[in-house]
T-cell receptor
Framework: DSGVTQTPKHLITATGQRVTLRCSPR?????VYWYQQSLDQGLQFLIQ???????AKGNILERFSAQQFPDLHSELNLSSLELGDSALYFC???????????FGPGTRLLVL | GQSLEQPSEVTAVEGAIVQINCTYQ??????LSWYQQHDGGAPTFLSY??LDGLEETGRFSSFLSRSDSYGYLLLQELQMKDSASYFC?????????????WGAGTKLIIKP
């Protein structure tokens, strides 16, 4: 158990819909990272937050957005969903100043 | 650009030794990390090389040579539970966001 929690574990929705994925980092970690992993693919970095502020953006679509709240939990919002958005979405957290990232169990999104 | 290259798949026999290579084309970085991911699971941190040389943690060792732009993960006394994907990752220089660049992953298949 990494100490990072993600909800929901599974999500099934239809094309065109909007969903919100939630992540709570490890206690004390100020940095949160979001990744997308399609079937049998590598990790695609989406976005990073540090203490409520956006720090880095990867290949995140305009239909996707995220935020980190004062209690440090983060949410990833996916809208106008397409079939190709079906993937595992991971959240990771880290202590500022350290490279090691601790991953949550992921949310498996299926868009039908 | 910045990229990491890993073999897509490696096959080995239970009890044997296997080496997973990671070569990179990036203008400097802070350190090389390795993560393990079982099918359907979350990536978990394995090792980190901040300096050139060998780091050993039980059956796993990791090596880095900046002059050769090369690193590897060595797994000894392979067990069936080591069947997983292995990712190398580096933090590029510049900025303070601690974002990682990830290799595409190596799927390790272990045969009895």
């Amino acid at each position: 158990d990494s100490g990072v929690t993600q909800t929901p574990k599974h999500l099934i929705t239809a094309t065109g819909q909007r969903v919100t994925l939630r992540c709570s980092p490890r206690s004390g970690d100020l940095s949160v990272y979001w990744y997308q992993q399609s079937l049998d693919q590598g990790l695609q970095f989406l976005i990073q937050y540090y203490n409520g502020e956006e720090r880095a953006k990867g290949n995140i679509l305009e239909r996707f957005s995220a935020q980190q709240f004062p209690d440090l939990h983060s949410e990833l919002n996916l809208s106008s969903l397409e079939l190709g958005d079906s993937a595992l979405y991971f959240c990771a957290s880290s202590v500022y100043g350290q490279e090691t990232q601790y991953f949550g169990p992921g949310t498996r999104l299926l868009v039908l | 650009g910045q990229s990491l290259e890993q073999p897509s798949e490696v096959t080995a026999v239970e009890g044997a030794i296997v080496q997973i290579n990671c070569t990179y084309q990036t203008s400097g970085f802070y350190g090389l990390s390795w993560y393990q991911q079982h099918d359907g699971g979350a990536p978990t941190f394995l090792s980190y090389n901040g300096l050139d040389g060998l780091e050993e943690t039980g059956r796993f060792s990791s090596f880095l040579s900046r002059s050769d732009s090369y690193g590897y993960l060595l797994l000894q006394e392979l067990q069936m539970k080591d069947s997983a994907s292995y990712f190398c990752a580096v933090r590029p220089p510049g900025g303070s966001n601690y974002q990682l660049i990830w290799g595409a992953g190596t799927k390790l298949i272990i045969k009895p």
